[in-house]
């Protein structure tokens, strides 16, 4: 009984280590804005730059809670979730297919991977001025540019995780018979997972950033109009709001993403 009265406070310090560490973490993260918002403050208390420049951060708080209480803002952040789900989910789709098709198969990796690489190296907002005189500006521009976004990391990321599964797996799946269905439903791709997430991340993360550059360019709603509108206006408050938004949804979806990948990854770290 001694022994285990005494292992007891030891299991309860570990326990609260991780407790510890992640919140002096977040308050070590928090250090840098808050030395910018004191900054920010200070600047425009003491009139370094003119309001029309930097507006107050008590004026932009009371234009928030105005676009808040009118719901301006989450009808601006729903369109944009809207319209990067749908070139998410398309570009996704077909970068999953393309990367296990140029995975699987030598003969459409020489024919498709060089012309696919060319195609990525050209900037998403390069193709804007090509998808205009195309597809106009409506909606079906800017599904185009997101869905482009999210394609090409997907894909290489796709075909990066299936050429890299383990030879021993490979071998496993002869020894037991397996079909080449099997083989990939059962080995391949459970293997190439943390590969795939990553590519499902980044291409999230890719399809965002899109999504408010063609919002400042073609857009008449959406987090990218605002900036525009706002910039326009010369309502630097407004600006600074979508900026916000924009940054606080964009590191809310990558962290969300970042902490999955991270539990589907669990299996990978107890195997080795």
Same mark, same amino acid.
């Given at each position: 009984?001694?022994?285990?009265?005494?292992?007891?406070?030891?299991?309860?310090?570990?326990?609260?280590?991780?407790?510890?560490?992640?919140?002096?973490?977040?308050?070590?993260?928090?250090?840098?804005?808050?030395?910018?918002?004191?900054?920010?403050?200070?600047?425009?208390?003491?009139?370094?730059?003119?309001?029309?420049?930097?507006?107050?951060?008590?004026?932009?708080?009371?234009?928030?809670?105005?676009?808040?209480?009118?719901?301006?803002?989450?009808?601006?952040?729903?369109?944009?979730?809207?319209?990067?789900?749908?070139?998410?989910?398309?570009?996704?789709?077909?970068?999953?297919?393309?990367?296990?098709?140029?995975?699987?198969?030598?003969?459409?990796?020489?024919?498709?991977?060089?012309?696919?690489?060319?195609?990525?190296?050209?900037?998403?907002?390069?193709?804007?001025?090509?998808?205009?005189?195309?597809?106009?500006?409506?909606?079906?521009?800017?599904?185009?540019?997101?869905?482009?976004?999210?394609?090409?990391?997907?894909?290489?990321?796709?075909?990066?995780?299936?050429?890299?599964?383990?030879?021993?797996?490979?071998?496993?799946? &002869?020894?037991?018979?397996?079909?080449? =269905?099997?083989? *990939?439903?059962? @080995?391949? %791709?459970? +293997? !190439?997972?943390?590969?795939?997430?990553?590519?499902? &991340?980044?291409?999230?993360?890719?399809? =965002?950033?899109? *999504?408010?550059? @063609?919002? %400042?360019? +073609? !857009?008449?709603?959406?987090?990218?109009?605002?900036?525009?509108?706002?910039?326009?206006?010369? =309502?630097?408050?407004?600006?600074?709001?979508?900026?916000? +938004?924009?940054?606080?949804?964009?590191?809310?979806?990558?962290?969300?993403?970042?902490?999955?990948?991270?539990?589907?990854?669990?299996?990978?770290?107890?195997?080795?």
């Amino acid at each position: 009984m001694a022994v285990l009265t005494a292992s007891e406070p030891e299991a309860t310090r570990s326990a609260a280590t991780p407790w510890r560490n992640r919140a002096v973490d977040a308050l070590i993260a928090l250090l840098l804005p808050a030395a910018l918002l004191l900054l920010w403050w200070t600047a425009s208390d003491r009139g370094w730059l003119a309001e029309q420049i930097l507006p107050h951060p008590i004026y932009v708080y009371q234009t928030l809670r105005d676009m808040i209480a009118s719901g301006d803002l989450f009808y601006h952040i729903g369109v944009s979730l809207q319209r990067v789900l749908i070139g998410f989910c398309i570009g996704a789709g077909f970068g999953l297919v393309l990367g296990i098709a140029m995975g699987l198969s030598e003969r459409v990796e020489d024919y498709v991977k060089p012309l696919f690489l060319a195609f990525a190296q050209i900037p998403t907002l390069g193709w804007i001025p090509l998808l205009m005189l195309l597809v106009g500006i409506g909606e079906t521009l800017k599904i185009i540019v997101i869905t482009k976004g999210a394609l090409v990391p997907m894909t290489l990321n796709t075909f990066a995780g299936i050429r890299n599964v383990s030879p021993r797996y490979l071998e496993v799946a &002869r020894a037991l018979r397996f079909s080449r =269905w099997q083989t *990939l439903r059962l @080995v391949i %791709l459970p +293997a !190439s997972i943390p590969f795939v997430f990553t590519g499902i &991340r980044y291409g999230l993360t890719h399809a =965002w950033t899109s *999504l408010v550059g @063609v919002e %400042l360019l +073609a !857009s008449s709603e959406g987090l990218g109009y605002l900036l525009v509108w706002g910039r326009q206006m010369f =309502w630097l408050d407004t600006v600074i709001i979508a900026m916000l +938004a924009i940054g606080l949804i964009g590191f809310i979806m990558d962290g969300g993403l970042n902490r999955t990948e991270r539990l589907i990854q669990r299996w990978k770290r107890n195997d080795i």
